[in-house]
């Protein structure tokens, strides 16, 4: 599309504003998503309809509603910075960004209510959060402790119980909260490695991520730590729990971060998306390792 085309459009396309909800963002939480699925331990039979409105709720609608929230917000920002982006292009004019992000917040609050109480309260959480990550007065992602840690609950967290919820009807089994909470705080070091790619952006806009108040090489050293103790603390569960191959496999995905931490660690600047693309998968695979096993003990009974 021309320029002029876009100044003078009255109304977004439909690629327009599916750009505006990233869907590259939205395999996170539907991977969480799965993984409280399995965990639950709940065969399909006929809750595939709680599935598909499970999977809408943590990709498109919850997730493609904080997206929209966050560019409709940082508009300013992006003019500057990244003008082809939809709202500063033009592609999706005046307010329909806000309208959007407004209307995705009401439409996934009923989706949710329709699915079960806990569900709508995580969803609830879930999109309050998204809102306060992005708009004033909190604007959370200014913040190098309260921005991660509201995209780690949001992501993993929240979308884990979600899943689990949707299959079990109800509140899910304490493990799988065990596991959700433990998964979600390491998941925080995910969040600030993230932030790597913006330092120079981030230092420029007063945003207080931590490789900008410490300094890449300390940031690195702790989230690392921030990824690897929770999920230590997962092993040691899943052999409590008498899980002792599981605990074999995710231990082994560990040791594996371990090694590659080490070398990032070397240069973190450069190699961060390195890590996201096989520290990261490792630990996301530990994740769905880990969900097997308590969901096999659901099964059985334990």
């Known amino acids: 599309m021309s320029p002029t085309a876009a100044l003078t459009r009255t109304a977004p396309a439909p690629a327009a504003i599916l750009e505006l909800a990233k869907p590259v963002t939205w395999f996170p939480p539907m991977w969480a998503f799965m ?24 990709g498109p609608l919850v997730c493609g509603t904080s997206q929209a929230v966050n560019d409709w917000f940082d508009r300013h920002v ?3 910075n990244e003008p082809n982006r939809p709202i500063p292009s033009g592609r999706i004019p005046g ?66 119980f979600t899943g689990a919820s949707v299959m079990a009807g109800g509140l899910p089994d304490t493990r ?17 490695l993230n932030d790597f790619k913006a330092v120079e952006g981030d ?24 990824m690897a103790v929770p999920q230590v603390i997962v092993v040691g569960l899943l052999f409590h729990w008498q899980l002792y191959w599981h605990a074999a496999g995710v231990g082994a995905l560990v040791l594996g971060q371990l090694g590659l931490m080490v070398r990032l660690l070397g240069d973190p600047l450069a190699r961060t998306p390195w890590y996201n693309a096989t520290g990261t998968s490792l630990y996301v695979f530990g994740m769905l390792g880990s969900a097997f096993g308590v969901g096999e003990m659901i099964r059985a009974g334990l």
């Open 95 to 160: 307010r329909w960004a806000l309208w959007l992000a407004i209307g995705g917040t009401l439409v996934s609050a009923i989706v949710a209510a329709l699915t079960g109480p806990w569900v709508f309260v995580a969803t609830l959480v879930g999109l309050a959060s998204g809102w306060a990550y992005s708009a004033p007065p909190f604007r959370l992602k200014t913040s190098g402790i309260w921005g991660p840690a509201v995209c780690a609950l949001s992501y993993e967290g929240l979308t884990w």
């Open 203 to 226: 230092r420029v806009m007063g945003i207080r991520s931590l490789p900008v108040v410490l300094g890449t090489d300390r940031a690195a050293r702790v989230a690392c730590i921030v």
């Open 176 to 192: 799988i909260l065990w596991l959700l909470g433990l998964y979600s705080l390491g998941a925080h070091g995910i969040m600030t």
């Open 78 to 80: 992006d003019a500057i």
């Open 35 to 58: 993984c409280g699925v399995v965990s639950s331990g709940v065969a399909l039979g006929s809750r595939w309809p709680f599935l598909i409105a499970g999977l809408l709720l943590t």
